[in-house]
């Protein structure tokens, strides 16, 4: 049997399997989707690259390792060379390793190369020229830039695409091939053609609690903690509706993840080609979720759904057909692959195995799935959040005291803080009763890891 593992970088649940944005377009994602299992409750870590993808490919909670954040990478905590990442493990299985795009966060920079048998180290991004007004008139950086490629040219995703295309071939056996496509990441420029697929007015987030954005509805975030009002970076949503460009940001996320989808079905028509895909097991994640205004919020860096929800889905040998609506982490695909293969992990996994789920099981887990997110002033000073989703509601807990519950059944996007304005009895007791399971669940919180010595 062969592993395509694929991550596609700060794709969010607006894919078509998930119900997602009214106007998406990702045909690739919903026939993967029919193939095989999807998770419709899966959730990061962290809403941030670099600690969300540490602690899926390595298996550990953020809290335990100090990687909480895109400054701190996975080797300040993990030694390289020893092979004990996710993949490190499946090489000392048999597998034959290969890998392309951005799938440890530090793409090409960060890779170890005692994982890989074979990894494209040699591509980079490319610089585009200013595409959008907005940027043009630097209200915003160069990295949020949006609109059609003015050169059209093959990218970074595109070129890898094809390398690892290449790398499958008929009757390979054993093979374990690394994916990682970069977008929809900013700056969200993509062909043309991917545009024009979204011609004129673009709905509104689903979430997004007004008609029309406007940033200066406080209202929509009046009800939350002053911790959580720290997470809400107001700049870019002021800078998109001054210049009139919100519903072009919207359009071009959209056509950012129509791009990705493209380049995934290239992946599944190759499998297809060389006889491989009734032989290969499909793994699809994404790093954490992204925002579009919705509680004035864009990007990821908060504990709301929008920003940790991500798309997960298995496919393949011995996977049956179906829909999962249990929470899982992405901590969980460690344990999982290494049930499914056989292969041995290294040290010590957090997540819990869901292969129950991927033969037709009944399965429930029994560990909570707990987000967090903030920031360390110093060592005494720790400004960390953390967030509890069980199967019906959503509870986090801030430094100061600050807390937020939502109903998730009820209200999926998080308008009304059952806690805002105190609290019965009954939902005190809940709120309480996820605090006391939170709180057992984390133990000990390291500092952030420091960078190793040279």
Wanted: proline residues 7%.
């Amino acid at each position: 049997m062969n592993i395509l593992f694929a991550s596609i970088e700060d794709l969010n649940d607006w894919i078509e399997p998930l119900g997602g944005h009214p106007q998406v377009r990702t045909p690739n994602l919903s026939r993967l989707a029919k193939m095989g299992m999807l998770f419709h409750n899966a959730y990061a870590p962290v809403p941030a690259c670099s600690p969300s993808r540490t602690a899926a490919l390595f298996g550990q909670n953020p809290w335990e390792t100090g990687v909480y954040s895109n400054t701190e990478k996975w080797h300040y905590h993990y030694p390289s060379g020893q092979r004990l990442s996710l993949v490190g493990a499946m090489k000392n299985a048999g597998y034959t390793t290969v890998g392309a795009g951005k799938i440890f966060h530090l793409d090409v920079k960060g890779y170890d190369p005692a994982d890989w048998d074979d990894y494209k180290s040699d591509i980079r991004h490319r610089k585009y020229p200013i595409v959008s007004k907005v940027v043009a008139a630097g209200k915003l950086g160069r990295l949020t830039d949006f609109g059609p490629d003015p050169e059209d040219r093959a990218d970074f995703d595109a070129v890898n695409t094809d390398w690892i295309c290449d790398r499958i071939q008929p009757g390979l056996d054993h093979q374990f091939w690394g994916f990682g496509l970069y977008r929809p990441h900013l700056p969200f420029i993509v062909p043309k053609e991917y545009f024009d697929m979204y011609p004129g007015e673009i709905a509104p987030p689903p979430g997004l609690g007004q008609p029309t954005f406007r940033p200066g509805n406080s209202k929509l975030i009046d009800d939350l903690p002053e911790e959580a009002q720290k997470f809400i970076g107001r700049w870019t949503g002021w800078a998109l509706h001054k210049f009139g460009e919100y519903n072009d940001f919207l359009r071009a996320y959209l056509a950012s993840i129509t791009y990705a989808d493209t380049l995934l079905g290239k992946v599944l028509d190759r499998l297809e080609e060389t006889g491989q895909m009734d032989n290969t097991l499909i793994v699809l994640w994404s790093d954490h979720g992204w925002q579009l205004g919705e509680k004035l919020t864009f990007r990821k860096f908060s504990l709301w759904e929008r920003a940790l929800r991500v798309p997960l889905m298995v496919a393949g040998p011995g996977v049956v057909r179906g829909d999962c609506h249990e929470p899982v982490s992405l901590l969980d695909i460690y344990p999982t692959l290494m049930s499914l293969t056989g292969a041995r992990a290294a040290h010590r996994l957090d997540g819990e195995d869901f292969s129950p789920v991927l033969r037709g099981e009944h399965w429930e887990r029994k560990k909570p799935v707990v987000s967090v997110w903030g920031t360390w002033g110093s060592p005494e000073d720790g400004r960390i959040a953390f967030s509890l989703r069980s199967k019906t509601h959503r509870y986090t807990l801030y430094w100061n005291g600050g807390e937020e519950m939502y109903d998730s059944e009820a209200d999926p996007f998080e308008h009304v803080n059952l806690l805002a304005n105190g609290a019965g009895d009954n939902l005190r007791g809940l709120a309480n009763h996820y605090q006391s399971i939170m709180n057992a669940a984390i133990g000990d919180i390291v500092p952030p890891a420091a960078e190793p010595d040279a």
